[in-house]
């Protein structure tokens, strides 16, 4: 069965600083790797996606992540953290092969704290 | 172009009556999922439709939940018989396809008294 573990619940970086959000993974075969945010009182959005191809993946709002296989992880980045980052992330996986299946597993979350 | 839209936003109900969802998807996309989201937890993934095959309903918690979707547009969750542990947010996402990102509607925050 595939699993996605964010080890931290809660991540707090000051502004203008780097960010980290830690995921890994474990599904068989190759994964596909997502990345989503949620806003307070808002649907999940996507931020990224990992389909195959450069490990190094860009997203929206200046975020990007790093496929390593390896480490079966997939870490959240931004150079330069916002106080508008503030919010919930959430990292999903699932396999590639799933035949007619697309059960999308998601992370428990880790809430994003930016302060001045 | 219109998002993910869900109805109702917020649904009070009372300890064993029955309650319907609604989700509005992406026109064009093919593929649908319900999620449910009880409070400070991840997701929990629910069923999901794509096009004409049969759905994967291996998510659903018990037989009280059940889903319909017509043709590629709107799905119905309904949850009969309803009870305290149901109380969650039901999340709404549709993709292009089973291979694309998922786009999520606002969500439905049910509660059960």
């Known amino acids: 069965a595939q699993s996605v573990a964010q080890p931290e619940d809660q991540v707090n970086v000051a502004e203008g600083n780097p960010l980290t959000v830690k995921c890994t993974y474990s599904?068989?075969?190759?994964?596909?790797l997502f990345w989503y945010v949620q806003y307070p009182n808002r649907g999940l959005q996507f931020l990224l996606k990992?389909?195959?191809?450069?490990?190094l993946v860009k997203g929206s709002y200046g975020f990007e992540a790093e496929f390593n296989k390896s480490q079966t992880s997939f870490h959240l980045k931004k150079p330069s953290a916002l106080v508008s980052d503030s919010a919930l992330y959430f990292c999903?996986?699932?396999?590639?092969?799933?035949?007619?299946?697309?059960?999308?597993?998601f992370g428990t979350g880790t809430r994003l704290q930016v302060t001045l | 172009g219109a998002g993910v839209s869900q109805s109702p936003s917020n649904k009070v109900t009372e300890k064993g009556k029955d309650v319907e969802l609604r989700c509005d998807p992406i026109?064009?996309?093919?593929?649908l999922y319900w999620y449910r989201q009880r409070l400070g937890q991840g997701l929990e993934f629910l069923i999901y439709?794509?096009?004409?095959?049969?759905?994967?309903k291996s998510g659903l918690p018990s037989d009280r939940f059940s889903a319909e979707r017509t043709g590629e547009s709107v799905s119905t969750l309904t949850i009969q018989r309803t009870q305290q542990e149901d109380s969650a947010v039901y999340l709404c996402?549709?993709?292009?396809?089973?291979?694309?990102?998922?786009?999520f509607g606002p969500g439905t925050r049910l509660t059960v008294t």
């Open positions: 996402a549709s993709s292009l396809d089973r291979d694309h990102e998922q786009y």
């Open positions: 990992y389909i195959t191809g450069d490990n």
């Open positions: 999903a996986v699932r396999p590639t092969n799933t035949g007619t299946a697309s059960k999308l597993t």
């Open positions: 439709f794509q096009g004409n095959s049969a759905p994967d």
């Open positions: 026109s064009g996309h093919t593929a």
């Open positions: 599904v068989s075969g190759n994964p596909y």
